[in-house]
């Protein structure tokens, strides 16, 4: 099996991570406008604290997905590389007499993260200091720590300088962390049920499908999208789920489900399971199918559901 996945399943990895678009929201008004923009609590972050969320469209569909992280001076956007100017654009598109100055600030930064069960006590040995908290972040020396994860896995992410980055590697490694890639890391978030927006979560999603509800707040007030989300809450319900399966062999991305025949859901993507010698994915099902032990098939492959993601 790979040392990269072994190390962020049964140690500790380290993946640079540096091509994640990062964006600095300055001005008086960052808050309240990053308040009204995304579906999670902003207005109440201090600073050292954060949070993941959503950005929504006026349809309730999710544009992006971001983590945000609060400083004195500025909130710190995270988010997938090719979000990175769509993120942009959708902040200043909404900035009317905002005091708000939105800057992408990744080519002038790096972020190296650190995942695994080991993660904390790597950090420590390499003279690092670990968040109490998801998404919570603190200083060390030059750096900003951050817990925050990629595979769902216990980690953090290290923000710097870009220069940095080859320091902060190496002191990591001295410590215990091995290389992983950013296959690994893919298989691994596959396997933990975590979604990747551009492969799992599309521009077309709703968030109760995804299952990832803690990007949701309910009791935050009004901010774009939010009608369709209350909607769907006081259904009860949404016609599809995001689902983990397990499977014989590994289905191509875009894969249809089936039950006796019927198309109830699609593989949205897939990966050899180094254990086992089965695969794994992560699907939208149709909700009547979405339950652990529901027998299914991509073609010819057997697949069968493991969990409902965020569940």
């Given at each position: 099996?790979?040392?990269?996945?072994?190390?962020?399943?049964?140690?500790?990895?380290?993946?640079?991570?540096?091509?994640?678009?990062?964006?600095?929201?300055?001005?008086?008004?960052?808050?309240?406008?990053?308040?009204?923009?995304?579906?999670?609590?902003?207005?109440?972050?201090?600073?050292?604290?954060?949070?993941?969320?959503?950005?929504?469209?006026?349809?309730?569909?999710?544009?992006?997905?971001?983590?945000?992280?609060?400083?004195?001076?500025?909130?710190?956007?995270?988010?997938?590389?090719?979000?990175?100017?769509?993120?942009?654009?959708?902040?200043?598109?909404?900035?009317?007499?905002?005091?708000?100055?939105?800057?992408?600030?990744?080519?002038?930064?790096?972020?190296?993260?650190?995942?695994?069960?080991?993660?904390?006590?790597?950090?420590?040995?390499?003279?690092?200091?670990?968040?109490?908290?998801?998404?919570?972040?603190?200083?060390?020396?030059?750096?900003?720590?951050?817990?925050?994860?990629?595979?769902?896995?216990?980690?953090?992410?290290?923000?710097?300088?870009?220069?940095?980055?080859?320091?902060?590697?190496?002191?990591?490694?001295?410590?215990?962390?091995?290389?992983?890639?950013?296959?690994?890391?893919?298989?691994?978030?596959?396997?933990?049920?975590?979604?990747?927006?551009?492969?799992?979560?599309?521009?077309?999603?709703?968030?109760?499908?995804?299952?990832?509800?803690?990007?949701?707040?309910?009791?935050?007030?009004?901010?774009?999208?939010?009608?369709?989300?209350e909607r769907i809450r006081a259904q009860g319900h949404v016609n599809r789920k995001l689902v983990r399966l397990g499977l014989d062999s590994v289905?191509?991305?875009?894969?249809?489900?089936?039950?006796?025949?019927?198309?109830?859901?699609?593989?949205?993507?897939?990966?050899?399971?180094?254990?086992?010698?089965?695969?794994?994915?992560?699907?939208?099902?149709?909700?009547?199918?979405?339950?652990?032990?529901?027998?299914?098939?991509?073609?010819?492959?057997?697949?069968?559901?493991?969990?409902?993601?965020?569940?």
């Amino acid at each position: 099996m790979d040392q990269g996945y072994q190390a962020l399943r049964r140690g500790a990895a380290w993946i640079d991570v540096s091509a994640r678009g990062r964006i600095a929201v300055r001005g008086r008004d960052r808050a309240r406008l990053l308040h009204n923009l995304t579906s999670n609590e902003i207005k109440k972050l201090g600073s050292g604290s954060g949070c993941y969320a959503f950005l929504l469209g006026p349809q309730g569909r999710i544009q992006a997905d971001l983590t945000l992280l609060a400083f004195d001076d500025h909130i710190l956007l995270d988010t997938e590389p090719e979000l990175r100017e769509k993120v942009a654009q959708h902040i200043r598109r909404y900035i009317v007499a905002d005091q708000v100055e939105p800057e992408d600030v990744t080519a002038s930064t790096c972020s190296i993260a650190l995942e695994g069960p080991e993660s904390a006590a790597v950090l420590a040995k390499a003279g690092g200091t670990a968040p109490g908290g998801d998404y919570q972040h603190v200083l060390w020396d030059e750096t900003i720590v951050a817990r925050v994860s990629l595979a769902g896995q216990p980690g953090f992410r290290i923000y710097a300088a870009a220069g940095a980055a080859g320091s902060i590697v190496n002191r990591l490694i001295g410590a215990g962390a091995q290389a992983a890639s950013a296959e690994d890391a893919r298989v691994v978030r596959i396997e933990n049920g975590r979604p990747r927006y551009g492969e799992d979560i599309r521009d077309t999603s709703l968030p109760q499908e995804t299952g990832q509800m803690h990007a949701v707040s309910f009791s935050k007030g009004c901010y774009l999208g939010q009608e369709i989300v209350e909607r769907i809450r006081a259904q009860g319900h949404v016609n599809r789920k995001l689902v983990r399966l397990g499977l014989d062999s590994v289905p191509p991305a875009g894969a249809a489900l089936s039950v006796d025949g019927a198309e109830v859901g699609e593989i949205t993507s897939s990966a050899q399971a180094p254990a086992g010698g089965g695969a794994v994915a992560l699907a939208y099902v149709r909700a009547v199918y979405a339950t652990p032990g529901q027998a299914l098939a991509a073609g010819d492959i057997p697949a069968v559901v493991i969990a409902v993601c965020g569940v």
